[in-house]
């Protein structure tokens, strides 16, 4: 609002909701270069990656991730599996402090069409998946089956598809991560 005014925010955000419902993820700087390519101020593109190159990634962390990945990884490898724009997500995940944290990091524009990757990069590992969008967990199982899905109602997606039937386990929050045994059903084959 700061920088663009309340009504061109609105058409801003107008962008990335149409790009979020097209493309099935969010990508800032595609909501950017569309919403900048209508624009006839030549310095559009640079104030507005100015915003988005400066947020604080590492704050808007919650506070219980890095107890939680430590705890998962008593259970067994933990990976970031992210989609949207890769440099976007990639600044997302170092900014954060996310890929010290993990076993190892995958960012795609589309993850689904990289399972293959995991697979061969943790064999013999029951895969699970932990997702706030519900149709990921349903999209995932149509290409492994026997992958588990737990669907955390925080976040972004937390609203979206108020039905649970396509997790195995439903979760509040993140935090609640912390609270799964190691001898917990979803890690068994």
């Not at 069409?113 to 697979?119: G, N, Q, T, V, Y």
């Not at 997702?131 to 669907?151: L, S």
């Amino acid at each position: 609002v700061d920088v663009l005014g309340e009504e061109e925010a609105h058409h801003f955000w107008d962008h990335r909701q149409k790009i979020r419902e097209r493309e099935g993820i969010v990508s800032f700087p595609k909501a950017v270069r569309e919403y900048c390519s209508e624009n006839e101020d030549d310095t559009c593109d640079f104030r507005l990656h100015m915003i988005f190159s400066r947020i604080d990634f590492a704050g808007a962390l919650y506070d219980c991730v890095p107890g939680v990945i430590k705890h998962l990884q008593k259970i067994g490898p933990v990976a970031i599996f992210t989609e949207g724009d890769t440099l976007y997500q990639q600044m997302k995940v170092e900014d954060s402090g996310l890929d010290n944290l993990v076993d190892k990091t995958y960012i795609y524009e589309h993850k689904l069409e990289h399972l293959d990757d995991i697979r061969s990069d943790f064999p013999g590992h029951t895969m699970v998946l932990v997702e706030d969008k519900p149709a990921n967990i349903t999209e995932f199982r149509n290409h492994e089956p026997t992958m588990k899905g737990i669907r955390v109602c925080q976040g972004h997606y937390s609203q979206d598809h108020p039905s649970h039937e396509e997790a195995d386990l439903v979760l509040k929050s993140v935090e609640e991560l912390a609270n799964l045994a190691s001898d917990h059903s979803l890690f068994k084959e």
